[in-house]
C-alpha cells in the first residue's frame, strides 16, 4: 500500500496549519505496482507524484527516478536546498534486490525566495535515482522526504512500491530518465581549466574561489558540499583580481571548512558540469 503523509506549514516562518487540513490530505492507498511506473498520487495541491523505472540492467545497476508533477508556481529542492526547505531523502527499507542506491541531481535554480537563497526546481522534474541491484526482478520499497512549497510548504512523507521487470526494458520511461540525466552536472572535461584554487577566508565568513581566467562567467556557479547544511550565498566578483567570493549563510560551524573538498557546479555552453576542488591555505589564492 501508498501511505501518503503531510504537514502544512509557511515558508517563512514555519507555521502548523489547522489539524482538519492537514488530515485532508493525510491518507492515499495504492496496490504494488509493476512495470515501469506506479500510478500517480497526489502529494499537495496541484502537486502530484509518481516512481518510474527504465527497467534496464548495466553492470548491476539501474535506473529509477521520482517524477513530480507540479505548476511552475510549484517547487521542490535540491540536495542543498539553500537556508530554507527540505532536501530530498530517501530510504528503501524493504525492498529486496537492492544494495545500495544514489540520487542524481539535475542543476537547479537559485533564487532568493522571502529573503532567503534557496535552490530549487519549478514545475515537472524527473529526479534520476539509481540503484545497484541482484536478480531479475527486485522489488523496491522506497520512502521519500521532500518538501513541496508554493504558497505553503507541506513537507510530504510517501512510500512506494515497484516491482522491477530487467528482462524487458521500459523505452519510454528509459528515454524520459535519459532526458533527466542530461540536466545532472558532470566531472569538467575539457581542455581549459576554470577554477585553481578554493579557500576558506574566515574572517569576512567567505569562501575564495580562484579563477584560471577573468573571462569566465561565473554568475550559474553554486557553491556547495557534501554537508547539505553548509549554505553559500550566489557569487560576488571580489577585490582581488581574479577571484570570486561566496558569503558563508547560516550558522554552521568554520571549522571544517579549512579541510573541505567542495564542489563548484555551473551551467556552460555544453551543459552543466561540476569541480571538486579541494581548499587551500588562504594565503595560496594570493592577492
Partial sequence: MFLLRTAYCNTSPMRLLSPLTALMALFALQTPAAGGETPWQDIA???????????????????????????????????????????????????????????????????????????????????????????????VAMQAVLGVCSDICVPVFANFELELNLERRDRSQSLRINQAMARVPIPWDQQTDIVEAVAFDQPNQRVLVRLSSPDVDFSSMILSTQNPSIVFGPPQKSQIEGVVSFPKLGESGDDELYELSYIISFMSALGPYEIRQDAVSLADIGG
Wanted: net charge negative.
Fill in 45 to 139: 495541491p496541484q502537486a502530484s507524484a509518481r516512481l518510474v523505472s527504465s527497467d534496464v540492467l548495466k553492470d548491476g545497476r539501474t535506473m529509477l527516478a521520482l517524477e513530480l508533477s507540479m505548476p511552475e508556481t510549484t517547487w521542490t529542492y535540491w540536495r542543498v536546498p539553500g537556508e530554507t526547505g527540505i532536501p530530498l531523502q530517501l530510504e528503501f527499507e524493504g525492498s529486496k534486490g537492492v544494495s545500495a542506491f544514489e540520487v542524481k541531481w539535475p542543476f537547479p535554480v537559485r533564487e532568493v525566495i522571502y529573503g532567503f537563497v534557496d535552490h530549487i526546481y519549478r514545475g515537472d522534474i524527473v529526479l534520476p535515482v539509481e540503484l545497484s541491484v541482484q536478480g531479475e526482478r527486485p522489488f
